[in-house]
């Protein structure tokens, strides 16, 4: 792992990738209690905004280049009016006049009852978090009884609703879940779903994490490839999972692995946090760590045209992550002390 550069002003090398994928996050409060996560421990730590704030947001930010929002939490799911809000961002356009491609992520324990609405009102794709498939060991992960029935049933409905492809997300950590790796795989197969691995990453709950925590992709390759043999399909350069199907072509996974191979070199994306802050890092908030080259990102402004564009500086954006906003005639600048940045967006 690099260490980080030191702090320094952004000189300026603006050919990174255009920021394309927004996530919004529309509440910190959460239905489960996860080991690893600390709004599991902790509870909602931030409060929310009306859906108006966020809708005015993605509505900006569409306007700047956005062609992919995912709604996220917290658990999404519990915010009532989440439907309504799914059929308001469906209205936006993408400066090219396409639909937004609209996806949410959820603990799935509410997605059984309401996928339906959620397709109807303009939603395209579900990704599921379920740490393991067994019932007992869903349960010590979550912290809540008889959860694994519910997020089995909203996988199901979701595929039959067309909430299509369905991915569920797996965060792998040694001593509670990396033997799940190959039941994951049998469950892609049965279940016709994309299972993504995600390696644990040291986030805002430190307590449970360290190097050793981590099952990294080589790990996950290994393991599964005993069970049958992966070929990997080509991805998109800005995809952060890698892809593979088995051999007999019956089921794919994907490894998110940005401990062990870090992307942040060709991530697109930008996050509302659920209190209306720009987020443009999950690493941006925690303190001292050295993951490599991450991302400021920026307006740039050329007369009647503005796009968010990344930054490869070097340095690591908890320390320099510099937004420049123009918004028509006003133009907000700050520096950001962690990686977070308010905004305020000026609508013309
Ligand atoms: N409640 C929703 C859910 O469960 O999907 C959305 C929020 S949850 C924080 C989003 C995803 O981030 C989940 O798949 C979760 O497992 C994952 N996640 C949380 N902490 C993580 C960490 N430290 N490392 C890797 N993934 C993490």
Redesign the pocket.
């Known amino acids: 792992m690099e260490t980080p550069a030191p702090p320094g002003p952004c000189r300026g090398h603006w050919k990174g990738n255009g920021i394309t994928d927004l996530r919004i996050?529309i509440t910190h409060r959460?239905n489960?209690k996860?080991v690893?996560?600390r709004?599991g421990n902790e509870g909602a730590l931030y409060g929310d905004l009306p859906f108006a704030d966020y809708l005015r947001m993605a509505r900006v930010l569409t306007g700047l280049g956005i062609q992919k929002v995912r709604i996220?939490?917290?658990?999404?799911l519990l915010r009532k009016g989440v439907v309504d809000f799914v059929r308001e961002l469906a209205k936006l356009r993408t400066t090219s006049g396409e639909d937004l491609d609209i996806a949410l992520?959820?603990?799935g324990h509410l997605l059984a009852d309401m996928a339906q609405p959620l397709k109807d009102a303009g939603l395209r794709r579900v990704?599921?978090?379920m740490?393991a498939v067994d019932p007992e060991r869903f349960a010590r992960i979550t912290r809540v009884p008889d959860g694994y029935d519910n997020v089995l049933a909203g996988i199901r409905v979701s595929g039959r609703v067309g909430l299509w492809p369905v991915k569920v997300?797996c965060?792998l950590m040694r001593g509670f879940n990396e033997d799940q790796i190959i039941p994951f795989g049998m469950f892609a197969r049965e279940e016709g779903v994309v299972v993504r691995f995600?390696?644990?990453?040291?986030?805002e709950?430190d307590r449970v994490?360290s190097p050793n925590t981590v099952v990294t992709l080589d790990e996950i390759l290994r393991r599964m490839g005993e069970y049958r043999l992966l070929v990997e399909i080509p991805h998109a350069r800005s995809e952060t999972a890698r892809r593979y199907r088995f051999e007999d072509g019956i089921g794919e996974i994907g490894i998110i692995a940005p401990v062990s191979h870090p992307f942040c070199g060709h991530c697109s994306r930008i996050r509302i946090t659920s209190d209306g802050k720009i987020r443009t890092c999950l690493y941006g908030a925690y303190r001292g760590i050295g993951f490599g080259r991450q991302l400021s990102v920026v307006v740039i402004r050329t007369p009647g045209k503005a796009r968010l564009q990344s930054c490869h500086n070097g340095f690591s954006c908890s320390q320099n992550s510099r937004i420049v906003f123009a918004f028509g005639v006003g133009v907000r600048q700050r520096l950001a002390g962690k990686g977070t940045t308010s905004v305020v967006p000026q609508e013309r």
């Open positions: 996050s959460c489960y996860c690893y996560c709004t996220t939490g917290g658990e999404p992520t959820t603990n990704t599921v978090s740490d997300n965060v995600i390696e644990f990453m040291p986030l709950e994490w």
